[in-house]
């Protein structure tokens, strides 16, 4: 399966600003928590590689959704640094579906003016798949319709900790003095440094937690929790949630 053309708006750019806002109710920064493939394969009695493929349709259609709406970065949880404890043959499913995943649907997202972003330690993956993974930054590089930006071996307190690492890095070159540093060096130290604020984390499937994702910048970003398994996870369900953030007071601790 492979990405339909987005659909077209108005020749206006300002008509087309303003029907986005009114689908992303202001949101500028989308990220999803992808869970429940393998107990969508079990309410079927199928096997988890099965859930796991379904769960890729599912992200070709978020990701599709999300251009046709107007948001302009949507991050993904694909694969956690703790996903590596993982029976190995689960892993190795998971692996051959990424491989698939980047070789398939590259023109499709370069076609739709899609950049491609992977935050995380992606380097440490199999030689071939960094490759790819490369070659689909390169070439998405200077698209600008809307960023995909995909967790890979990602895990929040490693990216922290990488970062104040390369902080203390510039402190020790003198580069950086340590009575100044600000919340700001941190953030610009972050795998996320050149993107928006993250405005709404959505996660599926009914669990209630964050599981090391996108700890920093979710300090302000509104939450929202759905029972939807991954896998059925839908553009209705994305404008839901979606219509959720729109009617929230976000506050920011201010009042």
């Known amino acids: 399966m492979k990405l339909a053309p987005f659909k077209k708006g108005s020749a206006d750019p300002d008509d087309e600003a303003a029907q986005a806002a009114d689908l992303t109710h202001g949101a500028r920064h989308v990220a999803i928590i992808m869970d429940g493939n393998g107990r969508w394969a079990?309410?079927?009695h199928l096997p988890r590689a099965l859930g796991h493929k379904k769960g890729v349709e599912a992200v070709r259609n978020i990701v599709r959704s999300a251009g046709e709406i107007g948001l302009e970065v949507l991050t993904l949880y694909a694969f956690s640094s703790e996903?590596?404890?993982r029976p190995a043959d689960?892993?190795?499913d998971l692996m051959g579906l990424l491989r698939q995943y980047i070789q398939a649907d590259i023109d499709e997202f370069d076609d739709n003016g899609i950049r491609l972003k992977v935050i995380g330690n992606y380097h440490a993956l199999d030689k071939d798949i960094v490759a790819l993974i490369d070659n689909a930054?390169?070439?998405t590089a200077k698209n600008d319709r809307?960023?995909?930006a995909i967790a890979l071996n990602y895990g929040a307190r490693d990216e922290m900790l990488r970062?104040?690492?390369a902080i203390a890095g510039k402190v020790k070159q003198g580069a950086v003095d340590p009575d100044n540093i600000t919340a700001d060096h941190l953030s610009d130290a972050l795998d996320t440094a050149e993107l928006p604020p993250l405005d709404l984390l959505i996660r599926t499937s009914g669990e209630l937690r964050l599981s090391n994702f996108l700890l920093w910048q979710a300090a302000y970003s509104e939450?929202?929790?759905t029972d939807t398994l991954w896998p059925d996870f839908d553009k209705r369900e994305l404008q839901r949630a979606?219509?959720?953030?729109?009617d929230r007071d976000r506050r920011f601790g201010g009042r």
């Open 146 to 148: 809307m960023t995909l």
């Open 242 to 246: 979606l219509q959720s953030f729109g």
């Open 223 to 225: 939450l929202y929790f």
């Open 42 to 44: 079990q309410k079927k």
């Open 90 to 92: 689960e892993v190795s």
């Open 83 to 85: 996903n590596w404890n």
């Open 163 to 165: 970062a104040v690492q």
């Open 137 to 139: 930054l390169d070439r």
